[in-house]
Nanobody, 114 residues
Framework: QVQLRESGGGLVQPGGSLTISCAVSGLPIDVYDLAWYRQAPGNQREWVADDKTTGSRSYADSVQGRFTISRDNAKSRLYLEMRGLKPEDTAVYFC????????WGQGTQVTVSS
């Protein structure tokens, strides 16, 4: 059974930093493209960043230069390091594995507020 479980979310002040992680079980992540998405209240889920098996990493324009995606295949974990957080980064963050089929976690809440 494939499971993705995000953790590390919380409340952080504007300008602060936070690292969230996604623990993956039931599939070998070293052969899967992985990604982070987020969904703010009233908005559609949007792509944030991806980390492909080729070693390529890509970021949405809104987070470029502030967020860093990484993975640890030995620990079967995906990470998202977030710096310079803004109130508009407030959302539920989801990790995703694969394309077809694709697997999602349940999300972790990140709130940026003073």
């Amino acid at each position: 059974q494939v499971q993705l479980r995000e953790s590390g979310g919380g409340l952080v002040q504007p300008g602060g930093s936070l690292t969230i992680s996604c623990a993956v079980s039931g599939l070998p992540i070293d052969v899967y493209d992985l990604a982070w998405y987020r969904q703010a209240p009233g908005n559609q889920r949007e792509w944030v960043a991806d980390d492909k098996t080729t070693g390529s990493r890509s970021y949405a324009d809104s987070v470029q230069g502030r967020f860093t995606i990484s993975r640890d295949n030995a620990k079967s974990r995906l990470y998202l390091e977030m710096r310079g957080l803004k109130p508009e980064d407030t959302a539920v963050y989801f990790c995703r594995a694969g394309v077809t089929p694709t697997y999602w976690g349940q999300g972790t809440q990140v709130t940026v507020s003073s």
